[in-house]
């Protein structure tokens, strides 16, 4: 019987492999270094996080949610961070700021020169673009 191959380039589940190998498949692997482990362990996040958002229904979304937590697990036990911790400065943060219960969607946010939250910004000029006159009027013309 005639096989086809497609390129994989990621890392699987440890049980996934074993059966695909019962259903016939020849499955090439190799085992990860730590770094290279904890790399693939991060691009599986987003790949799993992008899943999230592709999910379409309830049980789907709870299937990719399942596995995001599942990484979240690993990748914290292959840097040697008790899960449990991971928790704790969850709950404390949530505790301090809050969660995302309130569905607050911020838009914009104007702070004063020389402030915290300026920094933060400027620190991140791609992930936040600063508006200034000309390009805030061009967003008014959309």
Not at 14 to 26: F, P
């Amino acid at each position: 019987m005639k096989r086809r191959a497609f390129l994989q380039n990621k890392l699987w589940r440890d049980k996934a492999i074993d059966l695909m190998q019962e259903l016939k498949s020849i499955i090439h692997w190799q085992r990860l270094t730590d770094a290279e482990y904890d790399y693939q362990l991060r691009q599986k996040l987003l790949e799993e996080s992008r899943e999230v958002c592709r999910a379409s229904s309830r049980q789907e979304l709870m299937q990719e949610l399942a596995d995001v937590l599942e990484i979240i697990e690993a990748l914290s036990a292959a840097n040697k961070i008790p899960f449990e911790e991971v928790k704790t400065i969850q709950l404390k943060k949530k505790a301090e700021r809050g969660g995302f219960e309130g569905r607050k969607f911020v838009t914009i946010a104007e702070h004063l020169e020389g402030s915290f939250g300026e920094k933060y910004c400027l620190a991140d000029p791609e992930k936040y673009p600063e508006i200034t006159e000309t390009n805030l009027k061009m967003m008014d013309q959309v």
